[in-house]
């Protein structure tokens, strides 16, 4: 007999309560050191709670908002406010890719030619 699952649930749009939630709770456990495990084990919850949370693909109780808001050292109401924009953070979806300088000058050095600025 085929085993049955259950359909993941598509995300929560960015602009949702829940997404608002998601990147807040991210940023601020981040901001704190934490990981989601570490996390988990203050609020109490399991940790893929945490990471369904952070992925927008979970609805999340009162309670539940009020007791990692609480943790994250915030209450819930700033947990659902819309995520001020980065401006010293990397955002996640970019660590890692080079800046437009660093692909500028892999560019002129794959060419055998150093791009120099001069400046007046």
Same mark, same amino acid.
């Given at each position: 007999?085929?085993? /049955?699952?259950?359909? =993941?649930?598509?995300?929560?749009? #960015? $602009?949702?309560?829940? *997404?608002? !939630?998601?990147? &807040?709770?991210?940023? @601020?456990? /981040?901001? #704190?050191?934490?990981?989601?495990?570490?996390? $988990?084990?203050?609020? +109490?919850?399991?940790?893929?709670?945490? $990471?369904? !949370?952070?992925?927008?693909?979970? &609805?999340?109780?009162?309670?539940?908002?009020?007791?990692?808001? =609480?943790?994250? *050292?915030?209450?819930?109401?700033?947990? #659902?406010?819309?995520? /001020? +924009?980065?401006?010293? %953070? !990397? +955002?996640? %979806?970019?660590?890692?890719?080079?800046?437009?300088? %660093?692909?500028?000058?892999?560019? *002129?050095? /794959? @060419? *055998? =030619?150093? @791009?120099?600025?001069?400046?007046?």
């Amino acid at each position: 007999m085929p085993s /049955k699952s259950t359909p =993941k649930r598509e995300p929560a749009p #960015m $602009s949702s309560p829940l *997404g608002r !939630i998601a990147v &807040n709770v991210r940023r @601020r456990r /981040k901001a #704190m050191g934490l990981t989601q495990a570490g996390l $988990s084990e203050l609020v +109490p919850c399991h940790p893929t709670y945490v $990471s369904q !949370i952070e992925r927008r693909t979970t &609805n999340i109780s009162v309670e539940r908002l009020e007791g990692l808001a =609480k943790v994250l *050292g915030v209450d819930a109401l700033t947990l #659902m406010q819309p995520p /001020k +924009p980065l401006t010293d %953070d !990397i +955002p996640a %979806d970019l660590a890692g890719l080079p800046s437009a300088t %660093d692909s500028e000058q892999m560019q *002129g050095s /794959k @060419r *055998g =030619k150093s @791009r120099r600025v001069q400046r007046t």
